[in-house]
């Protein structure tokens, strides 16, 4: 082995031993770009490891319902961190069918615009919020809102990130709290995403 390969192995020994597990793309990034990899490593800890605004289990509300909007399999210890912070089944089932329920704002939205004569008392807005404040379970009100947040954002859908954005600043959200979870979105889903959602939220501060 050379020392170029020790120093390699070493670093990804490290590496392997501060997160607990190691990826395919660590050893390809720190081989065949290692300027880049340090970089990666240090945004990837900046976005999802160093505390910000938003508690442990706040967190990790926020990315079980990104896991579940994207139906991305690995970031597995995103459940482990869910339950060290106090994380329930119960809690866990309220997001997974929150995140399920996000969908049906733009449904009912349709339902109200092309049958108005056999649906004019249904108000897409109203019927979205009483299903969400159904499905919460004993999640506070603003947890569930910020989660949806992020969960609307990674489906792409506007005009739910605009509903949700409203309530969180209803309910008195800290506007850092709601950037913190849309920006968990760019590990999973890309930057577009998140540019998506600041372009809804500058539309709101500037109509």
């Known amino acids: 082995m050379t020392d170029d390969n020790r120093t390699l192995r070493a670093k990804l020994d490290r590496l392997a031993a501060a997160r607990g597990f190691l990826l395919p793309h660590h050893g390809a990034l720190a081989a065949g770009a290692p300027e880049l990899h340090d970089a990666y490593l240090a945004m990837y800890n900046a976005l999802t490891v160093a505390p910000r605004v938003l508690d442990a289990h706040a967190r990790e509300c926020v990315w079980l319902g990104i896991l579940i909007a994207v139906e991305e399999h690995v970031g597995t210890h995103h459940l482990e961190l ?3 912070s106090g994380g329930t089944d119960t809690e ?14 733009s449904a009912f939205r349709f339902a109200a615009n092309s049958f108005p004569e056999h649906l004019p008392g249904l108000l897409p807005a109203a019927a979205y919020d009483r299903s969400i404040a159904a499905l919460r379970g004993s999640l506070p009100a603003g947890l569930a809102h910020l989660v949806l947040l992020a969960v609307q954002a990674a489906r792409g859908d506007r005009a739910a990130i605009a509903h949700h954005l409203r309530a969180c600043y209803e309910l008195g959200l800290a506007e850092d709290a709601m950037v913190e979870a849309l920006s968990y979105l760019m590990w999973p889903r890309g930057v577009n995403c998140f540019l998506v959602a600041c372009e809804v939220w500058h539309a709101l501060m500037v109509a």
Not at 92 to 105: C, D, F, H, P
């Open 82 to 84: 869910f339950r060290q």
């Open 92 to 105: 866990a089932e309220a997001l997974i069918a929150l995140t399920g329920q996000a969908g049906s704002l």
